[in-house]
């Protein structure tokens, strides 16, 4: 079960006779509603249903007064258990439904994959071009701090500034 959600649209109609295919069991619902979808699973052995089968209607409503109205009814002399349908799951496909091949998901599995891979190449260029811009602020500082190291001991020492006044006079 699909965490226990139950489909509210979708009708599991159990007790079905062998001689009950789709259209039948169309036929004996549309009274209650218009109706989305009907299914019949196969046994793939025999190519026949397996006694059951799903009614899906296009208002939850209908499905309700479906539901309140033919379950323990009798369709082709057979006793009909009618509930609210849950997903049915299998091992493999991404949503686990049991009408769903395994390689239904192939081609979103690679979109996913290639949007993935994708987005790790553009994390890894953003990354590198964050650590240049990081390695050029940090050279960048380096530099302007030896440039005021130069301006500061020329402009900080009074005394060295004047015997550089001092010297430059004698020489002239």
């Known amino acids: 079960m699909n965490g226990g959600q139950v489909q509210k649209n979708t009708l599991y109609v159990g007790g079905l006779a062998e001689e009950v295919d789709e259209k039948i069991l169309h036929a004996a619902f549309v009274p209650f509603g218009d109706i989305k979808d009907v299914k019949t699973p196969l046994d793939q052995a025999t190519q026949k249903h397996r006694s059951f089968g799903f009614v899906t209607f296009l208002e939850r409503e209908d499905a309700a007064a479906a539901m309140d109205n033919m379950d323990g009814s009798e369709l082709y002399g057979r006793v009909l258990t009618v509930n609210y349908a849950f997903p049915e799951k299998i091992k493999g496909g991404e949503q686990g439904w049991a009408a769903q091949p395994i390689w239904a998901d192939a081609d979103t599995w690679f979109e996913r994959q290639q949007h993935e891979e994708e987005m790790r190449r553009l994390e890894a260029e953003q990354k590198a071009a964050m650590q240049e811009a990081e390695r050029i602020h940090l050279q960048k500082m380096a530099t302007e701090r030896e ?20 010297l430059n006079q004698k020489a002239s």
Do not use: C, R
């Open 147 to 166: 440039g005021e190291k130069e301006d500061d001991t020329s402009a900080a020492d009074p005394m060295a500034m004047a015997e550089v006044e001092a």
